[in-house]
């Protein structure tokens, strides 16, 4: 498996995180896991589309363009042939520039993205070809600043995920939506409309993900961490860990050391738990 990592040019690095490739000619035939992080994405699968798997237990195949919404719990990918994505990682606060007002409709969903806007679809495909042949591509660039830039930033909710992500998710949102000048209410509203998540559960997918972090750097004492990532106690940190991972810490730690040595079934999770360069 290889998985880059290229950072947009400074037009849209308010709408966009990052843009990365994977590739992986033969994969194994385990699922995978992706832990949520608080972000949407737009992917292209360029190779086979992956299988993912659906709330009744069963595997659906991906469209060959898609918009994942927000998450709140892991996915679990299964490949279908030989593995070839392009992703957009949108920032927070650009969640709604593809999807607009449908965006809250997509959490817990990926999305075939003709359903969102089918002529952006066909035209996303081929700027992602042409990506995949040259990374530095301006034609690839251009095409995603000509629909993303459309979309309005709201600063407020931007200065709001900003504060939230400097705090790991450990910050109060009453006094969040204090620093915004807004009552709580607007402020809840909004957030939503923009980010996809509400601001209590964007805080916890932020607080879950520092917990995952460091568990993958180890050294601290489970008990610990659970105190220094702003959870109850230990045992309410791992209630959250399994609610987000399908594991408990100690299990969670134990598969992130195991796939520094190539353990199949967490290998993509692992990935963009530690980013990729």
Not at 84 to 100: E, K
Not at 185 to 208: D, N, P, T, Y
Not at 212 to 219: E, F, L, Q
Request: glycine share 6%; net charge neutral.
């Amino acid at each position: 498996m290889n998985l880059l990592e290229f950072d947009p040019p400074q037009a849209l690095r308010r709408h966009v995180q990052c843009v990365w490739r994977l590739r992986d000619p033969s994969p194994s035939t385990q699922p995978q896991t992706i832990y949520p992080d608080g972000r949407c994405e737009l992917i292209a699968h360029l190779g086979e589309p992956m299988r993912i798997r659906t709330f009744d237990g069963g595997w659906l195949q991906q469209a060959h363009s898609i918009f994942a919404g927000q998450h709140h719990a892991a996915i679990r990918l299964a490949a279908a042939g030989e593995v070839d994505c392009v992703g957009i990682r949108l920032q927070p606060a650009a969640s709604a520039a593809v999807a607009g007002a449908r965006l809250v409709g997509c959490a817990e969903r990926t999305v075939d993205l003709t359903q969102i806007d089918a002529g952006f679809a066909s035209g996303f495909n081929a700027a992602c070809r042409e990506f995949s042949r040259d990374p530095q591509a301006r034609p690839f660039w251009q095409y995603l600043e000509s629909r993303l830039l459309l979309y309005a930033i709201d600063e407020r909710m931007e200065a709001a995920v900003a504060h939230l992500e400097s705090q790991d998710g450990q910050s109060r949102i009453d006094a969040t939506a204090a620093a915004a000048a807004m009552s709580l209410r607007s402020f809840q509203i909004r957030f939503l409309a923009c980010v996809g998540l509400s601001a209590k559960a964007f805080a916890r997918v932020l607080r879950l993900q520092a917990t995952i972090r460091a568990i993958d750097r180890g050294g601290e004492s489970l008990a610990q961490l659970a105190v220094d990532n702003g959870f109850a106690d230990q045992a309410h940190a791992t209630r959250e860990v399994q609610r987000l991972t399908g594991l408990t810490p100690a299990r969670l730690r134990a598969a992130l050391r195991s796939a520094r040595d190539d353990d199949g079934t967490v290998q993509l999770a692992a990935a963009f738990v530690r980013g990729a360069a």
